[in-house]
């Protein structure tokens, strides 16, 4: 049982890393996780709130973020980590597109 465990808890930590640092390289804004689940990241400023910025990247992007302001964060989406870290890196290159 400890083994599953520590496999999954060194899948989440790759999966952060691989938003830390792409997010970095790129320049954007995030709270660092403590966790692996999910990633804050800022949104652009050409967007009024993370609810219109969550809605335009399901629309046209058909990825799915939640908006900030709900986890008290304000003009920042949150974005899930809990997938394979191929979707999380085009899910970070779909939004980046808005940058």
């Known amino acids: 049982m400890k083994n599953i465990f520590e496999k999954t808890k ?3 930590q790759k ?3 691989i938003a830390i640092k792409f997010l ?5 804004k ?4 403590e ?4 990633i804050f990241i800022r949104i652009p400023s050409s967007f009024k709130n ?3 910025f969550a809605q335009t990247l399901l629309e046209k992007e058909k990825v799915s973020v939640a908006p900030g302001e709900i986890f008290g ?3 920042y989406i949150r974005l899930n980590l809990a997938v394979s870290p191929e979707e999380l ?6 939004i980046f597109k808005y940058y």
Do not use: D, H, N, T
Request: proline share 3%; charged share 40%; glycine share 12%.
């Open 30 to 33: 995030f709270v660092f996780p």
């Open 24 to 28: 970095r390289k790129k320049g954007i």
């Open 73 to 75: 964060q304000r003009f």
């Open 35 to 38: 966790g692996g689940i999910a």
């Open 10 to 12: 060194k899948e989440a």
């Open 50 to 52: 993370a609810f219109s």
């Open 89 to 94: 890196k085009e899910g970070l290159k779909r």
């Open 15 to 17: 999966r952060r890393e």
